[in-house]
């Protein structure tokens, strides 16, 4: 098995969570992009305002690399309208995949109808533009049945309007990376969480990202029927190297 083609190579820290300058955060996106394309990674997941410069780096070496950008990034509560407009924007920018963060605080209070028309709307927009759409659920943020009942109603929407020629294009992913939890508890993929989407994501891929740290755990994920791996340590990962640190 070639782990490099499971893997999303990710950099998502602005200047500021960084704490460094635009400036530095600039050329160390620059600098994972490189690596990215040297490894051979599937993808690169990256801002949204660091897809253009993602773009010209990969065509001026002709690698076959893809650029991941997040939407509704990381809270997930823009308006669908708003979200909309940045998912345009990065397709205009050259992104290649598009990584959705649902309404989940919405899905939490009950306003299902909203979640649905943005799940209707984004996956329509991701996949007329040729396009693949992940929609990440944000685990740490939900209880058990809620992780289920979230994954069913992005399967739902999809299976119920989409030709199944597409449904793999359309990923349910299972965390940001960026959610607090409380106690230190994990906000990244967890085994159960993940076993729970496998089985009501089907015949939806999912991606699981966050908090793996070896190429063990992405191994393991894998063998269950994961179709990607977020992480910003991916290098180390394929190494076989643990890490500790990162997303």
Same mark, same amino acid.
């Given at each position: 098995?070639?782990?490099k083609?499971y893997l999303?190579?990710?950099? /998502?820290k %602005?200047?500021k $969570?960084?704490k460094? !300058?635009?400036?530095?955060? %600039? #050329?160390?996106?620059q600098?994972?992009v $490189?690596?990215?394309?040297?490894e051979?990674? @599937?993808?690169?997941?990256i801002?949204?305002?660091?897809?253009?410069?993602?773009?010209?780096?990969?065509?001026?070496? !002709?690698?076959?690399?893809?650029?991941g950008?997040?939407?509704?990034?990381?809270?997930g %509560?823009?308006?669908?309208?708003?979200?909309v *407009?940045?998912? @345009?924007?990065?397709?205009?920018?050259?992104?290649?995949?598009?990584?959705? #963060?649902?309404n989940?605080e919405?899905?939490? *209070?009950?306003?299902?109808?909203l979640v649905?028309?943005e799940v *209707?709307?984004?996956? !329509?927009?991701a996949? $007329?533009?040729?396009? %693949?759409?992940?929609w990440?659920?944000?685990?740490?943020? /939900?209880n058990?049945a809620? &992780? &289920? $009942?979230?994954?069913?109603?992005?399967?739902?929407? #999809?299976v119920a309007?989409f030709?199944?020629?597409e449904?793999?294009?359309?990923?349910?992913?299972s965390?940001?990376g960026f959610?607090?939890? /409380?106690?230190?508890l994990?906000n990244?993929?967890t085994?159960?969480?993940?076993?729970?989407?496998?089985?009501n994501?089907f +015949?939806? +891929?999912v991606?699981?990202?966050?908090?793996?740290k070896?190429?063990e755990?992405? /191994?393991e994920?894998?063998?269950?029927? #994961?179709?990607r791996?977020?992480?910003?340590?991916?290098?180390?990962?394929?190494?076989?190297?643990?890490?500790?640190?990162?997303?």
């Open positions: 098995m070639n782990i083609s999303d190579s990710t950099y /998502l %602005t200047a $969570q960084a460094i !300058s635009e400036k530095e955060n %600039t #050329v160390l996106v600098n994972f $490189q690596e990215t394309i040297n051979k990674f @599937k993808l690169v997941m801002r949204p305002d660091k897809v253009t410069l993602a773009k010209k780096l990969i065509v001026a070496q !002709s690698s076959k690399v893809l650029i950008t997040v939407i509704g990034f990381p809270e %509560t823009n308006t669908i309208e708003e979200k *407009l940045e998912a @345009k924007q990065a397709i205009k920018d050259g992104a290649d995949e598009l990584d959705f #963060v649902v989940f919405a899905f939490k *209070l009950g306003e299902i109808d649905k028309k *209707l709307q984004g996956t !329509s927009l996949l $007329q533009n040729n396009k %693949t759409i992940k990440i659920i944000e685990i740490a943020a /939900l058990g809620q &992780i &289920i $009942q979230l994954t069913a109603l992005i399967k739902n929407v #999809v309007n030709k199944e020629k449904f793999e294009n359309v990923f349910v992913k965390s940001t959610y607090k939890t /409380l106690n230190n994990p990244g993929a085994f159960p969480a993940i076993i729970a989407m496998l089985e994501a +015949p939806l +891929p991606k699981a990202s966050g908090g793996i070896t190429k755990e992405a /191994l994920m894998i063998k269950l029927g #994961v179709k791996i977020g992480t910003s340590s991916a290098k180390a990962i394929s190494e076989g190297v643990e890490t500790s640190g990162g997303y």
